[in-house]
């Protein structure tokens, strides 16, 4: 019924395995050695970004990483096709110009506009293929944060403002590579959360009195240019606030005066009624209290030392204006 002849299995095989369709239906699963990255000699030199989306808003996540520090950076864009220059350069603004950008060689890296950012502030943009192992940190790390604002829309919370909590959290937790905190191989100092921690006092001598010798010539030349004086208020003192004049004739200050209840440095607490405000020294100013002048009538008949000699009222004034004069 059937006929064979040696090597009709080898024979088969090496036919079927060099027919096109075959090979085309085949799935290639074979892997390239993994080659891995050197570090580079310092934070913030290389940078790898990616996107992250879509979200329920119709946003999408730019993911900026360190490859130094692993330290991410994240800003919320409308569309991958949106200006990507724009929150690559509030990124680039907060921590520095990098040295090299990687990126999937795809849109919208393709754009034009980011083709003339990168040489501007000399930046090398090596793009890469699309493979996950190409980026594997990003990658990576995107994977986390689309789990982080799942996890936050599932339980009914706003995923924008959980980002920032994500973010927060993951940024001061010590890498499993580097053993080290993301923030401190960046900034180099750890950031504060609200779980407690303890922290040895950072101890600079030269630091110190270099601020301090600036800030005393800094309030020196401020207070002589301004020709500014100590003022104090004391509890009880009647004051005059400043308000924002909203009109032409409207006075600097309110001809209402309000009363001082409590002091905490440059800082007045006031009352008028039952208005309470603080405000700012300088913006209260001590009301005068009008006082009456006492005047001794004399007639012709009284007798003056020789001595005395009356002062004679100026043109225009009269008595009863005298007792009316203000300190």
């Avoid at 407690?196 to 600036?214: E, H, M, W, Y």
């Amino acid at each position: 019924e059937k006929f064979w002849f040696p090597g009709i299995d080898r024979q088969a095989e090496r036919l079927i395995s060099a027919w096109i369709p075959c090979q085309a239906s085949t799935v290639y699963n074979k892997h390239q050695l993994l080659q891995m990255s050197e570090l580079t000699e310092g934070p913030y030199q290389n940078v790898s970004v990616d996107f992250c989306g879509l979200f329920p808003s119709g946003d999408y996540l730019l993911g900026v990483l360190d490859e130094y520090s692993r330290f991410p950076f994240v800003e919320i864009t409308p569309s991958t096709s949106a200006h990507l220059v724009i929150p690559l350069d509030k990124i680039f603004s907060t921590a520095g110009i990098p040295k090299i950008m990687k990126s999937y060689n795809g849109p919208p890296i393709f754009s034009q506009e980011l083709a003339n950012f990168t040489p501007h502030f000399g930046i090398h943009h090596c793009k890469m293929a699309l493979l996950a192992s190409s980026q594997v940190e990003v990658e990576r790390f995107m994977r986390t944060l689309k789990k982080a604002a799942s996890t936050a829309t599932v339980e009914g919370k706003s995923w924008k403002q959980e980002l920032h909590k994500f973010l927060r959290n993951y940024r001061a937790t010590p890498h499993e590579t580097t053993g080290t905190s993301l923030a401190e191989l960046l900034f180099g100092r750890p950031i504060n959360i609200k779980l407690p921690a303890l922290q040895s006092p950072v101890i600079n001598d030269t630091l110190r009195c270099t601020d301090g010798s600036k800030k005393e010539k800094m309030k020196q030349y401020s207070d002589n240019k301004k020709k500014a004086s100590h003022s104090e208020l004391n509890v009880g003192d009647a004051v005059l606030n400043c308000e924002r004049k909203t009109g032409k004739l409207m006075t600097p200050f309110n001809p209402k005066s309000y009363t001082v209840i409590k002091t905490k440095g440059i800082m007045i607490i006031v009352q008028r009624g039952r208005h309470v405000a603080t405000r700012h020294i300088s913006l209260l100013k001590s009301r005068k209290q009008c006082t009456s002048i006492p005047i001794t009538n004399s007639t012709d008949d009284e007798t003056e030392d020789s001595n005395d000699v009356s002062r004679p009222l100026e043109p225009g004034m009269t008595r009863s204006f005298l007792n009316v004069l203000c300190k």
